[in-house]
C-alpha cells in the first residue's frame, strides 16, 4: 500500500524563533511538513508571543495546512543576573554569586546576583556548580550572609542570565514561577493546545500546572520535560499524571553523566510506551545545522535512533528558532524519519503495553489484523481520542491510523501521537455512509486507492457490539 503524499509516522515539532517568525518562512515550514509549532517562554515577551501565535495561524491558513502550538514555560531554574559587559574567568580565581544585584562585589572579587537568592541557604562548601550550560565550573567554598564565593574550577567567560545546575541536590525550587503563572495565561488567552513544564520533579509539579488550567477552563494537555535527576527518579509518577513526556536532553545531559544519557533516554522513551503516553526526543537532534545547511553523519544517527525507539515526535530548538535554515531541518528530519520508519518496529508493535478494557483489546486485534494484511491503514471514529491514544501507543508498524471526528479538539491533540492522520468531519445518521464517506476522503487525499484494504472499527462511534471490519477500497 503506497501512499502520496508519502506517510510519515514519527511527528516533527518546530520552535519558532526570530528565524521562523516571517509568514513566508513559515510558510515553507508548514510546507516542508511539521505537526506542531513550541513557543520557547525562556525567551519570548508575551507581546511577541501573540505576533508569533499570529503569524503561526495566518500561515496555516494560507498554506491550508493547521499544526498544533505548544506553549513550554520555563519552570523554576537557577540563572545569573545581567551583566553590562562579559567577565573573563581564570582557572583558581574566586567568584561571587550574591543574593541582590545590590551586595555587589567585594574588593577585587567580582560579583553576580542570582535569581534564586534561597540558593545560600541550600548549598554547602565543596558543592559544585555548573554553568552556562557546564561550560563553566565552580566549587562552593564559602557560603556568607549576603553571597556565596566560588572558586573557578573550569573557566571561561561570564555572559548575563547564565543558568547554573547543581547536579545531584535537591534545590526546593517552587514548580512554577509567577513568570510562569503571567505566560501560562498568555497561553490559554491564545488558546494553545499542549503546555510543557520544564524540570518537572515530582507528580505534584504536573498536577500543580493542572489544577490551574482547569481553574482557567483550559482544556490544553501537559507535557513533562524531564531534565534532572529527581525527575528521572520519579519518572513513573510524573508519568501516571502526564498527557505526554519529553526527553529534554540539554540539561539533562548536564545533570546526569554524560555516559549515562543514552541509557536514561531509552529507559524514558521504554517507560512512556509502556504507561502510552506520547514521547518527544528533544534537543540537538540537528543541532549543527544552525549554521551548516548539512548535517553530521551523527546527528543523522541520533535522529534515527530515536525512530528505532519508536518516540513520538522529534523536536528541532534552535536549529529553527535562530538557525539559517530553517526549513532544510524540517526536509532533513523528513527523510529520515521516513526512511527509518522502513525498518524500525519491523518486528510487529508494542506488545508491552498494558490492555484492560475489551475495546482496548479490540484495538490490540485491529493492529494484529493491520499487520497481518501486509501494513494497511486503519480507520477509527472517535468523540472522546482515548482509542486513538491505544492505537497510536500499540505502534503498529507500517500501519497508519486515520482518525475520523466531529471534535477539533481531536485534531490538535492527536497531532502529537504516532502514526496518526486525524479529519474532521460530520457524521451521517447512518454507520454505513459514515464509513463509505469516510474511505471516499481517503481516497481523495491519496491514502487508498481502488483494491486496497482498510480495517475500520466502527463501534466507538455507533456504540454497536464490539467488532472489527475488514473494507475493500
Same mark, same amino acid.
Given at each position: 500500500?503506497?501512499?502520496?503524499?508519502?506517510?510519515?509516522?514519527?511527528?516533527?515539532?518546530?520552535?519558532?524563533? $526570530?528565524?521562523?517568525?516571517d509568514v513566508d518562512v513559515l510558510r515553507g515550514v508548514l510546507r516542508a511538513g511539521v505537526d506542531i509549532c513550541r513557543i520557547n517562554m525562556a525567551h519570548a515577551s508575551h507581546e511577541?508571543?501573540?505576533?508569533?501565535?499570529?503569524?503561526?495561524?495566518?500561515?496555516?491558513?494560507?498554506?491550508?495546512?493547521?499544526?498544533? *502550538?505548544?506553549?513550554?514555560?520555563?519552570? $523554576?531554574?537557577?540563572?545569573?543576573?545581567?551583566?553590562?559587559?562579559?567577565?573573563?574567568?581564570?582557572?583558581?580565581?574566586?567568584?561571587?554569586?550574591?543574593?541582590?544585584?545590590?551586595?555587589?562585589?567585594?574588593?577585587?572579587? $567580582?560579583?553576580?546576583?542570582?535569581?534564586?537568592?534561597?540558593?545560600?541557604?541550600?548549598?554547602?562548601?565543596?558543592?559544585?556548580?555548573?554553568?552556562?550550560?557546564?561550560?563553566?565550573?565552580?566549587?562552593?567554598?564559602?557560603?556568607?550572609?549576603?553571597?556565596?564565593?566560588?572558586?573557578?574550577?573550569?573557566?571561561?567567560?561570564?555572559?548575563?542570565?547564565?543558568?547554573?545546575?547543581?547536579?545531584?541536590?535537591?534545590?526546593?525550587?517552587?514548580?512554577?514561577?509567577?513568570?510562569?503563572?503571567?505566560?501560562?495565561?498568555?497561553?490559554?488567552?491564545?488558546?494553545?493546545?499542549?503546555?510543557?513544564?520544564?524540570?518537572?520533579?515530582?507528580?505534584?509539579?504536573?498536577?500543580? =500546572?493542572?489544577?490551574?488550567?482547569?481553574?482557567?477552563?483550559?482544556?490544553?494537555?501537559?507535557?513533562?520535560?524531564?531534565?534532572?535527576?529527581?525527575? *528521572?527518579?520519579?519518572?513513573?509518577?510524573?508519568?501516571?499524571?502526564?498527557?505526554?513526556?519529553?526527553?529534554?536532553?540539554?540539561?539533562?545531559?548536564?545533570?546526569?553523566?554524560?555516559?549515562?544519557?543514552?541509557?536514561?533516554?531509552?529507559?524514558a522513551v521504554s517507560d512512556a510506551l509502556v504507561s502510552g503516553k506520547p514521547v518527544i526526543m528533544a534537543t540537538h537532534l540537528l543541532e549543527s545545522m544552525i549554521e551548516s545547511p548539512?548535517?553530521?553523519?551523527?546527528?543523522?544517527?541520533?535522529?534515527?535512533?530515536?525512530?528505532?525507539?519508536?518516540?513520538?515526535?522529534?523536536?528541532?530548538?534552535?536549529?529553527?528558532?535562530?538557525?539559517?535554515?530553517?526549513?532544510?531541518?524540517?526536509?532533513?528530519?523528513?527523510?529520515?524519519?521516513?526512511?527509518?520508519?522502513?525498518?524500525?518496529?519491523?518486528?510487529?508493535?508494542?506488545?508491552?503495553?498494558?490492555?484492560?478494557?475489551?475495546?482496548?483489546?479490540?484495538?490490540?486485534?485491529? !493492529?494484529?489484523?493491520?499487520?497481518?494484511?501486509?501494513?494497511?491503514?486503519?480507520?477509527?471514529?472517535?468523540?472522546?481520542?482515548?482509542? !486513538?491514544?491505544? =492505537?497510536?501507543?500499540?505502534? $503498529?508498524?507500517?500501519?497508519?491510523?486515520?482518525?475520523?471526528?466531529?471534535?477539533?479538539?481531536?485534531?490538535?491533540?492527536?497531532?502529537? =501521537?504516532?502514526?496518526?492522520?486525524?479529519?474532521?468531519?460530520?457524521?451521517?445518521?447512518?454507520?454505513?455512509?459514515?464509513?463509505?464517506?469516510?474511505?471516499?476522503?481517503?481516497?481523495?487525499?491519496?491514502?487508498?486507492?481502488?483494491?486496497?484494504?482498510?480495517? !475500520?472499527?466502527?463501534?466507538?462511534?455507533?456504540?454497536? !457490539?464490539?467488532?472489527?471490519?475488514?473494507?475493500?477500497?
Amino acid at each position: 500500500m503506497g501512499f502520496s503524499p508519502p506517510f510519515r509516522f514519527t511527528k516533527v515539532i518546530f520552535t519558532i524563533g $526570530p528565524s521562523t517568525l516571517d509568514v513566508d518562512v513559515l510558510r515553507g515550514v508548514l510546507r516542508a511538513g511539521v505537526d506542531i509549532c513550541r513557543i520557547n517562554m525562556a525567551h519570548a515577551s508575551h507581546e511577541w508571543t501573540c505576533k508569533a501565535v499570529d503569524a503561526i495561524r495566518a500561515a496555516s491558513i494560507e498554506e491550508g495546512r493547521e499544526v498544533s *502550538i505548544l506553549m513550554d514555560i520555563k519552570g $523554576p531554574e537557577i540563572r545569573t543576573g545581567f551583566l553590562n559587559e562579559h567577565i573573563q574567568l581564570d582557572k583558581g580565581q574566586y567568584i561571587d554569586l550574591t543574593q541582590s544585584d545590590e551586595a555587589g562585589p567585594d574588593g577585587d572579587i $567580582p560579583a553576580i546576583d542570582i535569581n534564586y537568592p534561597s540558593l545560600i541557604d541550600e548549598v554547602e562548601i565543596g558543592d559544585i556548580l555548573l554553568v552556562d550550560s557546564g561550560l563553566m565550573r565552580f566549587e562552593v567554598v564559602e557560603v556568607r550572609i549576603d553571597r556565596i564565593r566560588c572558586r573557578v574550577v573550569i573557566p571561561g567567560k561570564m555572559g548575563s542570565r547564565r543558568h547554573i545546575n547543581i547536579p545531584g541536590k535537591k534545590i526546593n525550587l517552587p514548580a512554577m514561577t509567577e513568570k510562569d503563572i503571567a505566560d501560562t495565561k498568555v497561553g490559554i488567552s491564545a488558546n494553545v493546545d499542549f503546555f510543557a513544564l520544564s524540570f518537572v520533579r515530582e507528580a505534584g509539579d504536573i498536577n500543580q =500546572l493542572k489544577r490551574f488550567l482547569l481553574d482557567n477552563n483550559s482544556s490544553a494537555q501537559v507535557v513533562a520535560k524531564i531534565e534532572d535527576q529527581s525527575g *528521572i527518579e520519579n519518572l513513573q509518577e510524573i508519568l501516571d499524571v502526564s498527557d505526554a513526556l519529553m526527553v529534554a536532553r540539554g540539561d539533562l545531559g548536564i545533570e546526569v553523566p554524560y555516559e549515562e544519557l543514552p541509557i536514561i533516554q531509552m529507559q524514558a522513551v521504554s517507560d512512556a510506551l509502556v504507561s502510552g503516553k506520547p514521547v518527544i526526543m528533544a534537543t540537538h537532534l540537528l543541532e549543527s545545522m544552525i549554521e551548516s545547511p548539512m548535517p553530521t553523519r551523527a546527528e543523522i544517527t541520533d535522529v534515527s535512533n530515536s525512530v528505532f525507539e519508536r518516540v513520538d515526535c522529534v523536536m528541532l530548538s534552535g536549529e529553527t528558532s535562530v538557525g539559517k535554515y530553517p526549513v532544510e531541518c524540517v526536509n532533513v528530519l523528513n527523510k529520515i524519519t521516513q526512511n527509518v520508519e522502513k525498518y524500525a518496529g519491523r518486528s510487529g508493535f508494542n506488545e508491552s503495553l498494558p490492555l484492560v478494557t475489551t475495546r482496548e483489546k479490540l484495538m490490540k486485534s485491529a !493492529v494484529v489484523l493491520a499487520r497481518e494484511l501486509g501494513g494497511v491503514g486503519i480507520v477509527v471514529f472517535s468523540s472522546n481520542g482515548l482509542h !486513538v491514544r491505544t =492505537l497510536s501507543a500499540l505502534r $503498529p508498524h507500517g500501519c497508519p491510523i486515520f482518525v475520523f471526528t466531529e471534535k477539533e479538539q481531536i485534531i490538535n491533540d492527536t497531532r502529537m =501521537l504516532w502514526g496518526v492522520k486525524a479529519f474532521l468531519v460530520e457524521f451521517k445518521d447512518s454507520q454505513e455512509s459514515t464509513i463509505s464517506d469516510s474511505i471516499y476522503h481517503l481516497q481523495s487525499v491519496g491514502y487508498a486507492e481502488k483494491g486496497d484494504q482498510l480495517i !475500520v472499527v466502527p463501534n466507538l462511534l455507533f456504540g454497536e !457490539v464490539n467488532m472489527i471490519q475488514v473494507r475493500d477500497v
